[in-house]
Nanobody, 116 residues
Framework: QVQTVESGGGLVQRGGSLRLPCATSGSMFSISFMGWYRQAPGKVRELVAGTTSGGSTNYADSVKGRFTISRDNAKNTVSLQMNSLKAEDTAVYYC??????????WGQGTQVTVSS
């Protein structure tokens, strides 16, 4: 079983920044995909940013140029740096990791609230 724990959420003013770290443990195999999703009230969960073990990244159009995802393969951690935050970035942010042949694992989520 893989444990995934997010931290770093909170309340921030519009235009501010937050960094969301995600730590994983319990995996005896390499993690392929690591990503951050978010879910706002009344909306479906959406991919914000993702990264593969080879270093490729992808971002939702709404966050391109503002958010940066980074991972440390040796430590099995992934972080999301969020800059120029907007009110529409308010959501619960979830860390997700995929371990090939084992499955996908979600964190419990961390609330990000951007005040206008």
């Amino acid at each position: 079983q893989v444990q995934t724990v997010e931290s770093g959420g909170g309340l921030v003013q519009r235009g501010g920044s937050l960094r969301l770290p995600c730590a994983t443990s319990g995996s005896m195999f390499s993690i392929s995909f690591m990503g951050w999703y978010r879910q706002a009230p009344g909306k479906v969960r959406e991919l914000v940013a993702g990264t593969t073990s080879g270093g490729s990244t992808n971002y939702a159009d709404s966050v391109k140029g503002r958010f940066t995802i980074s991972r440390d393969n040796a430590k099995n951690t992934v972080s999301l740096q969020m800059n120029s935050l907007k009110a529409e970035d308010t959501a619960v942010y979830y860390c997700f990791v995929n371990v090939p042949a084992v499955g996908g694992f979600w964190g419990q989520g961390t609330q990000v609230t951007v005040s206008s």
